[in-house]
């Protein structure tokens, strides 16, 4: 026996083997298949947690999880910025990953995702703050993704989560933003013949979703003015079906946009501030 021998401690298996599961059946329309799913419904959306106030350190922040995706947003100011002088504030969003948000491990280099997703971020959100108010200013807003799933249900939880954190830091805005992705569940096989798995539209997929996706949308709006912020598409989808994907998103981003104000209520109840005003 060999002296470093621990005896306070079980010493793992020398080889193991993964559990193998039977794939459930998808010929009948009533089972539930690989290409079905089951947690809920095609056009439901995905449970949220949020909850504003968590870094003190910041004049605003907030905390969302919803499906595979958390992610932690502060904001700071408005604050002064150097010269030159500006009629109206600055916004500078900076999106990071987590080295442990994704699998496999990210490595502890220069990543080139964080960027697209700053700049679609930053012109999803733009439309929601009155800059004008604050002139010679800067909003400076840090969002870290802990973890992540499709990189479109990171876009559309960071809109949301950092419209709550400039809400908590109580910043002047028009009305809060809200994410929503929504996909065509058409798909094209790589083969030689053409297969399409079933008509219809899929809210918040899911990562192995997304890979069977016809034509994708994430929607940026403000709920509670019937305005849109921002739009991005992804694939091939004609014009009617586009719109239809659009109002879909939209009305399913209400339930968000409550889920939103409550969090902005509950927090500024818990830290004694007061009733926050409708958005």
């Given amino acids: 026996m060999s002296a470093t021998f621990d005896r306070r401690r079980i010493p793992a298996p020398e080889h193991s083997t993964p559990p193998i599961y039977e794939p459930l059946p998808s ?31 910041a004049n605003g922040s907030g905390y969302i999880e919803s499906g595979g995706v958390k992610i932690a947003c502060s904001v700071y100011g408005p604050r002064p910025k150097p010269p030159p002088y500006s009629p109206q504030g600055s916004l500078n969003l900076e999106v990071k990953f987590a080295p442990f948000a994704s699998d496999p491990r990210r490595a502890p280099l220069r990543d080139t995702e964080p960027l697209p997703l700053s700049a679609l971020l930053t012109q999803s959100l733009l439309p ?59 798909s094209v096989d790589g083969g030689v013949g053409v297969g399409v798995e079933e008509d219809g539209l899929l809210l918040d997929p899911s990562k192995d979703e997304e ?6 949308i994430v929607v940026g709006s403000m709920p509670a003015l019937g305005k849109v912020t921002n739009l991005f598409l992804t694939g091939e989808v004609d014009v009617d079906q586009a719109v239809d994907m659009i ?13 939103l104000a409550q969090a902005l209520v509950e927090g500024a109840e818990e830290r004694g501030i007061g009733p926050v005003p409708a958005a």
Avoid: C, W
């Fill in 27 to 57: 010929s009948s329309e009533n089972e539930a298949g690989p290409s079905r799913r089951t947690d809920r419904g095609p056009l439901e959306s995905r449970p949220i947690f949020l909850k504003t106030g968590l870094i003190s350190q």
């Fill in 128 to 186: 929601t703050i009155h800059l004008h108010l604050y002139p010679k200013s800067s909003i400076d807003i840090y969002l870290v993704v802990l973890e992540s799933d499709a990189l479109s249900n990171v876009l559309s939880a960071g809109l949301t989560v950092a419209s709550a954190a400039v809400a908590d830091a109580g910043i002047d805005m028009y009305g809060l933003g809200v994410g929503g992705v929504l996909m065509d569940k058409s």
């Fill in 211 to 216: 890979t069977r996706a016809k034509g994708m």
């Fill in 247 to 259: 109002d879909k998103a939209i009305s399913a981003s209400k339930e968000t946009h409550t889920i």
